[in-house]
């Protein structure tokens, strides 16, 4: 089989449902595979040893004293590829037929050195969401190793890459619905406290500024969500997830940053203020 040069970063945690058919999905796309597993409890690091995965081990600092800084561990899946280019997927993720076909072609040419993929959620087989916060949205997730890249913050931040950058259409899908409500929420309940942890300079320490913000973020995101990214455009489960998500971001600390931002108070926003991917293709 010819050599696409392609690496696939990976970070897991208890995905045995999830990986072989992410692994079925990759064959044939990538050369290596580079994975971060967080202590898993299942079979899941079997299947990645049966599948010649490269399981990094988790030396970074900040994990080491209990955070969950995801994307800092981005850093530690490229320096350990070996191979030209990088695509960053998640275990509930799939690339999209087209997309199979078209990353190695991509990995051969030299005209670009970062590819934006367009995120779709699916919410039930079939079904995916086309408005509010989950409307398909592009990102970096397939760049050239030699890329300098930065992550300016600790979670949930789409990198900085500096090379020439290449807006496709190119999809993958996040399948929102194998892990269930029960799990998407657990996990939301994880992430809301590294959010916070990772905000703590710009958050207040009194009680009522935070309440304040938290009990006004809820009526804010939601609307923002349901007239802005018109998430009632998708139904019942449109609404009903535009709410929890308008939740997470209220109890995350956004809108806090965001006021504090507008009147001066801090210089920058570093959770909302964008300066990447400038050299869209006309």
């Not at 990198?159 to 269930?180: C, M, N, R, V, W």
């Not at 500024?209 to 009526?219: E, R, S």
């Not at 997470?248 to 801090?266: C, M, N, P, Q």
């Amino acid at each position: 089989m010819a050599k696409k040069g392609i690496s696939a970063c990976i970070m897991v945690k208890n995905e045995e449902k999830n990986l072989p058919e992410l692994l079925k999905n990759l064959e044939g796309v990538v050369d290596e595979l580079v994975v971060i597993d967080h202590e898993s409890t299942d079979n899941t690091e079997k299947i990645l040893e049966n599948a010649g995965a490269k399981i990094i081990p988790q030396t970074d600092p900040e994990r080491l004293k209990g955070k969950n800084w995801v994307d800092v561990e981005r850093v530690l899946l490229n320096q350990n590829a070996n191979q030209e280019w990088i695509l960053h997927i998640d275990a509930d993720e799939r690339l999209t037929e087209r997309t199979r076909e078209e990353l190695p072609k991509i990995a051969q040419q030299n005209d670009y050195d970062v590819i934006w993929l367009i995120s779709k959620h699916f919410y039930a087989p079939g079904k995916w969401f086309k408005h509010g916060f989950y409307h398909p949205h592009p990102e970096p997730r397939f760049y050239r190793r030699s890329c300098k890249t930065n992550w300016s913050v600790k979670i949930h931040e789409p990198p900085q890459i500096e090379g020439k950058q290449f807006y496709s259409d190119l999809d993958y899908d996040h399948i929102y619905y194998t892990a269930g409500d029960k799990r998407i929420a657990e996990k939301h309940e994880s992430y809301i406290k590294v959010e916070r942890e990772q905000k703590k300079e710009y958050l207040s320490k009194n009680m009522l500024v935070k309440w304040f913000f938290i009990i006004l973020g809820y009526p804010v995101y939601f609307f923002y969500g349901l007239f802005r990214w018109m998430a009632f455009l998708d139904g019942w489960r449109g609404v009903t997830t535009n709410y929890f998500l308008a939740q997470y971001f209220a109890r995350s600390g956004y809108l806090e940053v965001f006021v504090k931002k507008k009147l001066g108070l801090i210089k920058t926003n570093p959770f909302l203020d964008k300066n990447y991917g400038k050299e869209a293709p006309k």
